[in-house]
């Protein structure tokens, strides 16, 4: 990772000159989900909040409204796909091992062409989780040495190598788009009772 890739430079990087004050009960959230999260991610959650990266790349992020992007809606989201999955096909195993399994993988994130951005939970330290992604088609997945952080600065930049990520077509580093997290009629998902909020300045 370059020397400068923190939370605080890349959200400079998005021309973010302060946080957009994102504000979370961890407690509440990492309860529902069932471990704590890295400290990394909870930073990024604060200065960047809901969003996307040029309409491509959607960080979910807790308490929001729009269950599509909520933190834990996503992972339940997982584990029913993962069930559907075995109904159709029984004796198929599951693609991936999602979390609470040992080492599972924790979804923090997808694209619109339907991949998916996890954090391998083999650490007993999520600082020291290293990230994953699987296909939304195919079966190549794809496997990053390195945390949540590095794993942005590398997106943002365009240097990220896995199999289904494909290069930038505009600008770099890739825009932020910055959203409320609301849901929005008609949508994907459904609306949850948001808890998170934007801090007053």
């Not at 471990?35 to 309409?55: C, H, M, N, S």
């Not at 929001?64 to 997982?78: G, K, P, T």
């Amino acid at each position: 990772m370059s020397p400068t890739a923190s939370i605080e430079q890349l959200a400079r990087d998005e021309g973010l000159s302060a946080p957009r004050r994102y504000v979370v009960d961890w407690e509440r959230a990492e309860a529902t989900i069932g471990t704590r999260l890295p400290a990394d991610y909870k930073e990024y959650v604060y200065w960047f909040g809901p969003g996307d990266f040029d309409e491509y790349l959607i960080i979910c992020v807790p308490g929001v409204e729009n269950s599509n992007a909520e933190l834990a809606a996503r992972l339940a989201h997982e584990h029913r796909g993962a069930r559907l999955r075995e109904r159709i096909d029984p004796k198929a195993s599951p693609r991936i091992p999602l979390f609470p399994e040992p080492g599972g993988w924790l979804p923090w994130g997808f694209t619109t062409g339907g991949d998916g951005l996890y954090w391998v939970t083999s650490d007993a330290d999520p600082d020291n989780w290293t990230i994953a992604g699987r296909p939304g088609r195919g079966p190549d997945f794809g496997y990053f040495d390195g945390g949540f952080t590095e794993f942005l600065h590398s997106f943002l930049w365009d240097t990220v190598e896995m199999p289904f990520i494909p290069e930038a077509e505009g600008d770099v580093p890739v825009p932020f788009e910055p959203d409320t997290g609301q849901w929005r009629a008609g949508g994907a998902g459904e609306p949850l009772e948001a808890h998170g909020h934007f801090a007053m300045m």
